[in-house]
C-alpha cells in the first residue's frame, strides 16, 4: 500500500488542525492504520492508531483527549484530528499501514507497521 500524508503546517498554541493520508494499493479496509511523529533531535514515536472497522483506537498518552483517529475505508483515508495543540506537538507526522493485525496492538510500534507514508510537517508556535 503507497500512502501519501497531507495537511500539516503552522500553528499557535492551543489550535487545531486534521492531518490527512490517503491510501493506495492493496486495500485500504484490510489494514490497521497508524499514526507516527518525530521530533528534531528525538526518535520517531507512536501517536495513535485505529481497527480496521475503525471501532477500536489506541492513543499514546501525551495525546489522548486531544486528538482523535479516525477512517473512511469508502474513501481510503485516514486522519488524525488535532486539538488543543502545544510546542510539544512540533514534529513531522508519518501515517503508516499494519497489513498483518485487524487492531492495533497493546502497544503499536514502528515494527509493527509495513508501509509508511513521506511524512508532514507540523510547527507549533507558543
Known amino acids: 500500500v503507497q500512502l501519501q500524508a497531507c495537511g500539516g503546517g503552522l500553528v499557535q498554541a492551543g489550535g487545531s488542525l486534521r492531518l490527512s493520508c490517503a491510501a493506495s494499493?492493496?486495500?485500504?479496509?484490510?489494514?490497521?492504520m497508524g499514526w507516527f511523529r518525530q521530533a528534531p533531535g528525538k526518535e520517531r514515536e507512536f501517536v495513535a492508531a485505529?481497527?480496521?472497522?475503525?471501532?477500536?483506537?489506541s492513543y499514546a498518552d501525551s495525546v489522548k483527549g486531544r486528538f482523535t483517529i479516525a477512517r473512511d475505508n469508502a474513501k481510503n483515508t485516514v486522519y488524525l484530528q488535532m486539538n488543543s495543540l502545544n510546542p510539544e506537538d512540533t514534529a513531522v507526522y508519518y501515517c503508516?499501514?499494519?497489513?498483518?493485525?485487524?487492531?492495533?496492538?497493546?502497544?503499536?510500534?514502528?515494527?509493527?507497521?509495513?508501509?509508511w507514508g513521506q511524512g508532514t510537517d507540523l510547527t507549533v508556535s507558543s
Open positions: 485505529i481497527s480496521w472497522s475503525g471501532s477500536r483506537t
Open positions: 494499493g492493496r486495500t485500504f479496509s484490510t489494514y490497521v
Open positions: 503508516a499501514a499494519d497489513g498483518v493485525r485487524s487492531r492495533p496492538a497493546p502497544i503499536p510500534t514502528e515494527a509493527d507497521f509495513g508501509s
